[in-house]
């Protein structure tokens, strides 16, 4: 298990496996809940925004911002938004994003 901070850096989480095989996360308290993503979702998540710039939306709003990651993971993978706090910060740590300025770079 790789632990890494969130996308605020608030609190940390854990996550195994990789953007190529798919990833299981723990996070919360004692790291009891978990999420997931398959290895199509992340592929096709990182070929929608290959060469973009955008929020990541990590917002706790009853709806994603417009054009964030957040919003497609709603509308393509079915998932939490709320995931997208963990996300973000796998996909950078494994070089398939950058963080700039709050924002997400494919």
Same mark, same amino acid.
């Given at each position: 298990?790789? +632990? #890494? @901070?969130? &996308?605020?850096? $608030?609190?940390?989480? $854990? ?9 299981? +996360? %723990?996070?919360? +308290? ?9 290895? =199509?979702?992340? $592929?096709? #998540?990182?070929?929608?925004?290959? /060469?973009? %710039?955008? #929020? #990541? /939306? ?5 709806? @994603? %911002?417009? /054009?964030?990651?957040?919003? &497609?993971?709603? =509308?393509?993978? =079915? $998932? =939490? ?7 973000? @910060?796998?996909?950078?740590?494994? /070089? ?7 924002? +997400?770079?494919?």
């Amino acid at each position: 298990m790789k +632990i #890494l @901070p969130t &996308w605020s850096g $608030r609190r940390n989480f $854990r996550y195994s496996g990789s953007v190529q095989t798919g990833v299981t +996360i %723990e996070f919360g +308290i004692d790291f009891q809940r978990t999420g997931s993503f398959t290895s =199509n979702d992340l $592929r096709r #998540l990182v070929d929608n925004f290959k /060469g973009k %710039e955008i #929020l #990541l /939306g990590t917002q706790h709003t009853s709806s @994603p %911002e417009q /054009g964030s990651v957040a919003e &497609w993971i709603r =509308n393509n993978i =079915n $998932r =939490n938004r709320v995931m997208t706090s963990y996300l973000g @910060p796998i996909l950078v740590a494994e /070089g398939y994003a950058v963080k700039c300025n709050g924002m +997400i770079k494919f």
